[in-house]
């Protein structure tokens, strides 16, 4: 499992998000923030910095 918690970022911010693959975490973060901001678009280097924040929570378990 994989895991993008936002207040690494976005300073007390409190959201998180959480899947299988990187790929996944990284569509979710990006709904998030366009959801949460009214942004249409976010940054390639904005995608990138919230890459650089995932980490690997160690659960083989998969959410249903």
Same mark, same amino acid.
Do not use: Y
């Given at each position: 499992? $994989? @895991?993008?918690?936002?207040?690494?970022? +976005?300073?007390?911010?409190?959201? @998180?998000? !959480?899947?299988?693959? !990187?790929? !996944?975490?990284?569509? #979710?973060?990006?709904? $998030?923030? $366009?959801?949460?901001?009214?942004?249409?678009?976010? *940054?390639? %280097?904005?995608?990138? *910095? +919230? $890459?650089?924040?995932?980490? %690997?929570?160690? %659960?083989? #378990?998969? *959410?249903?």
């Amino acid at each position: 499992m $994989k @895991r993008f918690d936002s207040g690494t970022l +976005i300073p007390g911010s409190t959201w @998180r998000a !959480e899947a299988d693959n !990187e790929a !996944e975490v990284v569509r #979710q973060a990006v709904e $998030k923030l $366009k959801t949460l901001n009214g942004e249409t678009e976010v *940054r390639p %280097d904005m995608v990138e *910095r +919230i $890459k650089e924040r995932i980490v %690997d929570t160690g %659960d083989t #378990q998969t *959410r249903h």
